[in-house]
């Protein structure tokens, strides 16, 4: 097949039917199976006509016994290559990652391996097409990310305690991703602000810290060099560790469907439901466009206009 016939096929969505759901971090993710995405490249693409190669292959860290069982972590590295009519290749590269969990040692590092390679190679095949807008394979319908509502962030911190509540108020404070948030030292702190450069954006930003944020890190204890460091050594939190502390909280409150990603949502959404500009709104964030700021704040800022409008009808 070219590569004009192959993209029209790859822009169409993925039948519903071979869209499969799990729950990962107390929140529902859909997701394609391995051998389905295998046999659409060979519908798209003909067999024979595509290959893949595993280029790296990684154990993170050392096994760790969980309950007489062993857990093991991998990474993969997969480039996926493409051979059009004409005989240009077309290839795409994908990380992916596997994790665990088995009291045989052979059977947990086998299944784990094959399951970071097969996400890996997924990931390398949602890039076809059209790389720039993630033109996918994998396309689905699945619901997008929401912001937390008021309810449930009232009861989160009526529940939370120590470093749980600590880094629900970094991420909702600060409107920056947990991977930022684990990495804020003690030294970034500034003039009631907080120095921050996103690993994703790579922009750099000073974000004021909110009353209640302020409060936290003064009742916070200094035990290493990152705010949410833990234990007498001062080590390092996990982005595990800290899903799985913020998880328990949120099945306690019944708030499974909202993750720590949708605490950025709602710091972007809380400004935006106040009246603030685009501009504003990104100042705390780190978005470069208004189509992202409409992303993350477009239905706070709807309600807020239609509660308007409904008020000026009375």
């Not at 893949?52 to 062993?70: A, M, N």
């Not at 319908?141 to 305690?161: G, H, L, M, S, Y």
């Not at 930003?205 to 001062?234: E, F, N, Q, S």
Request: charged content about 25%; hydrophobic content about 40%.
């Amino acid at each position: 097949m070219d590569w004009e016939k192959a993209s029209v096929e790859l822009t169409r969505k993925l039948d519903p039917a071979h869209v499969k759901q799990r729950t990962q971090g107390g929140s529902g993710v859909s997701y394609g199976e391995g051998w389905h995405a295998i046999a659409e490249m060979n519908r798209i693409f003909g067999f024979g006509a595509w290959d893949r190669q595993t280029l790296d292959i990684r154990q993170l860290g050392e096994p760790r016994d969980v309950s007489s069982k062993i857990r093991v972590d991998y990474m993969a590295r997969v480039r996926v290559t493409v051979t059009l009519e004409n005989g240009r290749t077309v290839t795409r590269d994908g990380w992916g990652f596997g994790q665990g969990i088995d009291r045989d040692v052979g059977q947990v590092h086998e299944s784990t391996l094959k399951d970071a390679e097969t996400d890996a190679m997924k990931r390398a095949m949602m890039t076809f097409g059209n790389p720039a807008k993630g033109v996918s394979l994998l396309k689905s319908d699945a619901d997008p990310r929401e912001a937390w509502p008021q309810d449930k962030i009232n009861a989160f911190r009526k529940v939370a305690t120590g470093r749980a509540l600590l880094i629900f108020e970094l991420c909702l404070g600060t409107g920056q991703r947990i991977g930022d948030v684990l990495k804020m030292r003690w030294s970034d702190i500034e003039s009631n602000g907080i120095n921050v450069q996103q690993g994703k954006t790579k922009a750099k930003l000073w974000v004021p810290l909110t009353p209640r944020l302020a409060d936290i890190l003064k009742a916070t204890p200094r035990i290493g060099m990152t705010i949410c460091a833990w234990g007498t050594a001062g080590k390092a939190t996990s982005y595990r560790g800290a899903a799985d502390m913020v998880l328990e909280v949120r099945r306690q409150i019944g708030a499974e469907a909202y993750d720590l990603h949708g605490l950025c949502y709602s710091a972007a959404a809380e400004p935006a439901a106040a009246g603030c500009s685009d501009e504003m709104i990104m100042a705390i964030t780190g978005h470069k466009t208004s189509a992202m700021v409409a992303r993350y704040a477009g239905r706070a800022r709807q309600k807020a206009r239609a509660t308007e409008a409904q008020e000026r009808r009375k």
